[in-house]
């Protein structure tokens, strides 16, 4: 049996080293983007490809890792196929749905819902969206913290010391104003990610196949996705809410307005189907050999990072850190700078000082980018103490009593023209009621029964998987009811019913040429370059840690690792480089 080791010096380097490259990439890239704000909105100049890349990177952080690999380790190909739900919708997407966000020409959320509904339902929509988004925070950030403590291994510091530090810098990233520049970095974030997790992949495999744990039997079920805990009810629930999940949420939505046509738009959609398809099958399944791997792990949450710093040389580590660290940074620099808007211009501007300056702002939402550090911090530790709930089973607890209510009126109303700003409050208020109300039901009833569930199994399930799969279901139903007889209860003005007509009509009509050659007349060859050179510092970096390790320690596999890696990085940073030269 192999066992996990702590990082070294050389992993240290290479965490350092890419954070420096990071941060002067995105430094550039903030000052360049000054000038050229469209970029990350309608009418963007942005290569299909590269948006596509941006929309994968968006929707995964550390915390997929964690908790998929955690349902691999406990249920084996379970992981694989939950994972595999969100084809449906971005296939969906790819045929009829991305197109229309392109033509939606709407470059916030704030401007969607304004545009289709009202400034208040603008308002619910944030406010009621607000718990979400600090549990959704809180998980990436306790995930991503679980990569660092394993790789630690000091004892004077407990999950709960590293949840808060990797909070506190994710923070001050933040009100630095780091998210800048995150679509262009997303790149290198992409292409370190997929190295070292294709390099963990093999690396297993090898273990598995040629070190005689594939005598080791793996459970009963294990490559059976209908055994275990989770069911087709359960698989049919969770398809349903990423239908609604992968359609709506802005900050994956999006990338189809950072290119210039429809078809792009098409393209960046068929680009994630890709994606999610071949992904899961490399990301998961080394947290479901780890199994035969590492049989005796105590918590399951681990799987994925034991078994890489078990099977992973010296500076390879270093790269998973600062691969699974800075993805969830570029994903939650946008989230709190949401979330402080809130606070800042919704609550404070709004209510309490409508005549607050420009500075006194600017301090506002600082402080409120502190104050929900804090928060998600706080929720992040109370989620490292919960005991007995999989990671998934508590995302799916959130995202079930909340989305509903405040994503399908946003999906339905982009598709419905007889759904009114009265219409989608009923739904947002009923939703939110029934969601939250389930949930409180849900907790009452397993403190009931829960010294009941080692001899029952079928309560076990019905008040936990199942318990989660039908809420979503009835979620989704009550707030779908609500909306369609809040709207037909209650007649629009002539001035509602012209709104909702012109936002239709934009729908209908096609991105103009004139918009496209407007997008296409601003050229961003010269951030390309420098993406380019920013892969190629981290592969440089690479490269040097395996020639160090060369002079210093008589490990011929890590050598040999990190050279090859390097030298691959640099080839890649080095294609980009002169491909974007030879265009201008």
Known sequence: MIGSKALQVFDYIVISGYFIILL???????????????FFTAGGNMPWWLAGISFFMASHSALSFVMYGELGYKYGITSIILFQCTLPALILAAVYIAKRWRRSRTSTPIQFLERRYSLYMRQ????????????????????????????????????ENVVTFVGIVMVIYAMLGGQQGVIL?????FIVKMVIVIIIF?????????????????????????????????????????????????????????????KDAQRVAWTVVILNLISPIIFFTPAILARSILPDLIDAKYSYAELA????????????????????????????????????????KRIFKPNASEKELLVVGRMSTILIGLLIIGTSILISIL?????????????????????????????????????????LLSGAISGIGLVILNVYLVNIYKNQFDGNSSLQYWLNQGWDSLAILFNITITLLAMYFGSILN????????????????????VSDEEIATAAAVSYKS???????????????????????????????????????????????????KKAKDSN
């Not at 005598?215 to 805990?229: A, E, I, K, Q, V």
């Not at 399908?408 to 219409?423: D, M, S």
């Not at 007649?491 to 509602?496: P, Q």
């Open 202 to 262: 093999f690396i297993t495999l090898y273990h598995f196949i040629f070190s005689n744990y594939m005598l080791t039997p793996l459970p009963s079920g294990f490559l059976n996705p209908l055994t275990g805990s989770y069911t087709a009810l359960n698989y049919f629930a969770f398809f349903v809410l990423m239908l609604v999940s992968m359609n709506t949420s802005w900050s994956l939505v999006q990338k189809y307005n950072c290119v210039s046509k429809e």
């Open 124 to 159: 619910a929509l944030a406010w009621t969206g607000f718990p979400l988004r600090i549990i959704d925070d809180a998980l990436k950030i306790f995930s991503t913290a679980i990569f660092l403590y394993v790789g630690m291994k000091v004892d004077i510091f407990s999950l």
């Open 24 to 38: 002067g990439s995105a430094t550039y890239f903030s000052k360049r983007l000054k000038l050229s704000k469209d």
């Open 387 to 427: 005991k007995g709930l999989n990671i998934f089973d508590i995302m799916l607890k959130a995202f079930g009593a909340i989305m509903p209510a405040t994503a399908l009126p946003i999906l339905v109303g982009f598709f419905w023209k007889r759904i009114t700003a009265r219409g989608a409050m009923a739904g």
């Open 527 to 577: 951030n390309f370059q420098v993406m380019g050179i920013a892969t190629m510092l981290f592969g440089a970096l690479m490269f040097i840690v395996g020639l160090l390790q060369y002079g210093l320690l008589s490990e011929n596999f890590s050598v040999i690792l990190n050279i090859t890696t390097g030298g691959i990085v640099l080839l890649i940073g080095n294609i980009l480089y």
């Open 185 to 189: 970095t997303d790149f290198l974030q």
């Open 309 to 348: 710093f078990s099977v992973l040389p010296s500076g390879m580590m270093g790269m998973l850190v600062a691969g699974m660290f800075a993805s969830t940074i570029s994903t939650m620099g946008s989230e709190f700078n949401v979330l402080a808007g809130i606070l800042t211009n919704d609550l404070y």
């Open 491 to 510: 007649k629009s003005t002539e001035a509602e019913k012209m709104q909702v007509l012109n936002y239709f009509n934009d729908l209908r009509t096609p």
